[in-house]
Protein backbone atom coordinates (compact mmCIF):
# COMPACT_ATOMS: atom_id res chain seq x y z
CA UNK A 1 0.00 0.00 0.00
CA UNK A 2 1.62 3.45 -0.87
CA UNK A 3 1.87 5.56 1.77
CA UNK A 4 0.91 9.41 1.91
CA UNK A 5 3.49 12.40 1.12
CA UNK A 6 2.93 15.55 3.38
CA UNK A 7 4.98 18.70 2.41
CA UNK A 8 5.24 21.59 4.54
CA UNK A 9 5.64 25.42 2.91
CA UNK A 10 5.94 28.91 4.09
CA UNK A 11 7.64 32.13 3.86
CA UNK A 12 11.37 32.51 5.41
CA UNK A 13 10.38 33.03 9.29
CA UNK A 14 6.92 31.92 9.44
CA UNK A 15 7.39 28.95 11.85
CA UNK A 16 7.93 26.15 9.67
CA UNK A 17 10.59 24.74 11.04
CA UNK A 18 8.65 24.86 14.43
CA UNK A 19 5.65 23.54 13.10
CA UNK A 20 7.45 21.05 11.41
CA UNK A 21 9.45 20.16 15.03
CA UNK A 22 5.83 19.81 16.38
CA UNK A 23 4.21 17.76 14.30
CA UNK A 24 7.10 15.35 14.29
CA UNK A 25 6.28 15.00 17.83
CA UNK A 26 2.79 14.64 17.28
CA UNK A 27 3.46 11.47 15.31
CA UNK A 28 5.40 9.74 17.07
CA UNK A 29 3.49 10.42 20.23
CA UNK A 30 0.85 8.43 18.15
CA UNK A 31 2.76 5.90 17.17
CA UNK A 32 2.51 6.91 13.16
CA UNK A 33 4.77 5.10 11.27
CA UNK A 34 6.86 8.28 8.71
CA UNK A 35 10.24 9.53 7.97
CA UNK A 36 11.15 13.24 7.90
CA UNK A 37 12.81 14.99 5.19
CA UNK A 38 13.83 18.29 3.26
CA UNK A 39 14.64 20.08 0.26
CA UNK A 40 16.93 20.52 -0.71
CA UNK A 41 18.85 17.49 1.00
CA UNK A 42 17.46 14.14 2.16
CA UNK A 43 20.43 12.16 1.28
CA UNK A 44 23.71 12.40 1.47
CA UNK A 45 24.34 13.86 -2.18
CA UNK A 46 21.40 16.29 -2.49
CA UNK A 47 22.81 17.95 1.30
CA UNK A 48 25.85 18.28 -0.36
CA UNK A 49 23.86 20.03 -3.41
CA UNK A 50 22.26 22.00 -0.77
CA UNK A 51 25.26 23.22 1.15
CA UNK A 52 26.42 24.91 -2.31
CA UNK A 53 22.52 26.25 -2.71
CA UNK A 54 22.88 27.73 0.63
CA UNK A 55 26.69 29.00 0.91
CA UNK A 56 26.61 32.81 1.34
CA UNK A 57 29.94 32.59 -0.35
CA UNK A 58 28.14 31.53 -3.35
CA UNK A 59 26.43 35.00 -4.17
CA UNK A 60 27.12 35.50 -7.97
CA UNK A 61 25.62 31.86 -8.30
CA UNK A 62 23.14 32.59 -11.54
CA UNK A 63 19.39 32.18 -11.15
CA UNK A 64 19.03 29.49 -13.32
CA UNK A 65 22.14 27.62 -12.08
CA UNK A 66 20.17 27.86 -8.62
CA UNK A 67 17.04 26.45 -9.68
CA UNK A 68 18.68 23.55 -11.92
CA UNK A 69 20.60 22.58 -8.60
CA UNK A 70 17.20 22.08 -6.82
CA UNK A 71 15.97 19.99 -9.41
CA UNK A 72 19.58 18.21 -9.63
CA UNK A 73 19.21 17.09 -5.78
CA UNK A 74 15.21 16.50 -6.31
CA UNK A 75 15.50 13.72 -8.15
CA UNK A 76 18.07 12.72 -6.32
CA UNK A 77 15.76 12.97 -3.08
CA UNK A 78 12.77 11.55 -4.61
CA UNK A 79 14.86 8.30 -5.79
CA UNK A 80 16.49 7.42 -3.20
CA UNK A 81 14.71 8.59 -0.26
CA UNK A 82 10.88 9.29 -0.85
CA UNK A 83 9.38 6.81 -3.42
CA UNK A 84 11.01 4.07 -1.08
CA UNK A 85 9.31 5.22 1.79
CA UNK A 86 6.14 5.65 -0.15
CA UNK A 87 6.35 2.44 -1.12
CA UNK A 88 6.52 1.14 2.05
CA UNK A 89 2.87 2.32 2.99
CA UNK A 90 5.20 5.05 5.29
CA UNK A 91 3.77 8.35 5.93
CA UNK A 92 6.06 10.52 4.44
CA UNK A 93 6.80 14.22 5.54
CA UNK A 94 9.01 16.69 3.84
CA UNK A 95 10.36 20.35 5.10
CA UNK A 96 9.66 22.44 1.72
CA UNK A 97 9.37 20.31 -1.85
CA UNK A 98 8.42 21.89 -5.41
CA UNK A 99 6.23 24.42 -4.22
CA UNK A 100 9.48 26.26 -2.91
CA UNK A 101 10.71 25.86 -6.15
CA UNK A 102 7.75 27.41 -7.76
CA UNK A 103 7.77 30.43 -5.53
CA UNK A 104 11.27 31.30 -4.92
CA UNK A 105 12.96 30.59 -8.35
CA UNK A 106 9.67 30.86 -11.09
CA UNK A 107 8.32 33.49 -9.40
CA UNK A 108 10.55 35.53 -6.89
CA UNK A 109 13.39 35.03 -9.48
CA UNK A 110 11.43 35.42 -11.98
CA UNK A 111 12.62 32.63 -14.28
CA UNK A 112 8.50 31.55 -14.94
CA UNK A 113 6.86 28.68 -14.44
CA UNK A 114 7.47 27.08 -17.68
CA UNK A 115 11.31 26.87 -17.10
CA UNK A 116 10.47 25.77 -13.72
CA UNK A 117 8.07 22.56 -14.89
CA UNK A 118 10.04 21.94 -17.71
CA UNK A 119 13.31 22.12 -15.84
CA UNK A 120 11.86 19.46 -12.78
CA UNK A 121 10.16 17.51 -15.16
CA UNK A 122 13.33 15.33 -15.42
CA UNK A 123 13.33 15.17 -11.67
CA UNK A 124 9.60 15.03 -9.99
CA UNK A 125 8.36 11.28 -11.88
CA UNK A 126 5.18 12.79 -11.07
CA UNK A 127 5.38 12.49 -7.34
CA UNK A 128 3.59 15.19 -6.27
CA UNK A 129 2.69 15.63 -2.15
CA UNK A 130 -1.16 14.48 -1.39
CA UNK A 131 -1.73 17.39 1.32
CA UNK A 132 0.86 20.79 1.79
CA UNK A 133 0.48 22.77 4.45
CA UNK A 134 1.02 26.56 4.19
CA UNK A 135 2.13 28.31 6.79
CA UNK A 136 0.29 31.48 5.81
CA UNK A 137 1.76 34.73 6.75
CA UNK A 138 3.28 37.58 4.96
CA UNK A 139 7.20 37.89 4.55
CA UNK A 140 6.70 41.42 6.46
CA UNK A 141 5.21 39.90 9.31
CA UNK A 142 7.65 36.63 9.22
CA UNK A 143 10.75 38.65 9.33
CA UNK A 144 9.16 41.07 12.12
CA UNK A 145 8.09 38.31 14.01
CA UNK A 146 12.00 36.64 13.84
CA UNK A 147 13.80 39.41 14.04
CA UNK A 148 15.23 40.28 11.05
CA UNK A 149 17.32 38.40 8.32
CA UNK A 150 20.10 35.37 8.74
CA UNK A 151 23.40 35.85 8.37
CA UNK A 152 24.44 32.97 7.19
CA UNK A 153 21.62 31.50 4.31
CA UNK A 154 22.17 33.48 1.10
CA UNK A 155 18.64 32.79 0.53
CA UNK A 156 17.56 35.41 3.91
CA UNK A 157 20.05 38.05 2.38
CA UNK A 158 18.52 38.94 -0.97
CA UNK A 159 15.83 41.55 0.91
CA UNK A 160 12.68 42.04 1.48
CA UNK A 161 11.27 42.65 -1.69
CA UNK A 162 12.35 39.17 -2.87
CA UNK A 163 10.32 37.67 -0.06
CA UNK A 164 6.89 39.25 -0.82
CA UNK A 165 7.74 38.11 -4.30
CA UNK A 166 7.92 34.65 -2.67
CA UNK A 167 4.81 35.03 -0.53
CA UNK A 168 2.77 35.97 -3.67
CA UNK A 169 4.26 33.74 -5.45
CA UNK A 170 3.03 30.98 -3.17
CA UNK A 171 -0.24 32.38 -3.44
CA UNK A 172 -0.80 32.16 -7.20
CA UNK A 173 0.59 28.69 -6.75
CA UNK A 174 -1.88 27.57 -4.08
CA UNK A 175 -4.93 29.34 -6.43
CA UNK A 176 -3.96 26.89 -9.41
CA UNK A 177 -4.22 23.79 -6.90
CA UNK A 178 -6.09 24.68 -4.06
CA UNK A 179 -7.57 21.09 -3.30
CA UNK A 180 -3.77 20.17 -2.70
CA UNK A 181 -3.17 22.92 -0.22
CA UNK A 182 -4.32 23.79 3.53
CA UNK A 183 -3.85 26.94 3.96
CA UNK A 184 -2.81 27.55 7.72
CA UNK A 185 -3.12 30.91 9.42
CA UNK A 186 0.21 31.28 11.64
CA UNK A 187 -0.36 34.48 13.40
CA UNK A 188 -1.16 33.14 16.48
CA UNK A 189 0.22 31.01 19.18
CA UNK A 190 2.79 27.93 18.03
CA UNK A 191 0.37 25.58 19.76
CA UNK A 192 -3.06 26.99 18.25
CA UNK A 193 -1.16 26.64 15.05
CA UNK A 194 -0.13 23.15 15.75
CA UNK A 195 -3.67 22.15 16.41
CA UNK A 196 -4.86 23.53 13.43
CA UNK A 197 -2.79 21.62 11.13
CA UNK A 198 -3.77 18.65 12.90
CA UNK A 199 -7.28 19.13 12.80
CA UNK A 200 -7.02 19.68 8.79
CA UNK A 201 -4.87 16.71 8.34
CA UNK A 202 -7.50 14.35 10.31
CA UNK A 203 -10.29 16.32 8.04
CA UNK A 204 -8.51 15.16 4.86
CA UNK A 205 -8.15 11.27 6.65
CA UNK A 206 -4.21 11.66 6.77
CA UNK A 207 -4.07 11.35 10.38
CA UNK A 208 -6.16 8.56 12.50
Not at 21 to 34: G, H, T
Not at 71 to 96: F, M, W, Y
Amino acid sequence: MKGKFITFEGCEGSGKSTQVALFREYLESNNIDYIFTREPGGNQIAEKIRQIILDVNNSDMTDECEALLYAAARAQHISQTILPALNEGKLVLCDRYIDSSFAYQAYARGLGLDFIKKVNSFAISNCMPDYTVFLDISSTEAFKRKGGQDKDDRLEQVGLAFHEKVYEGYKKVIESDPSRFLVINCKGAKHETHQNIINALKEKKVLP
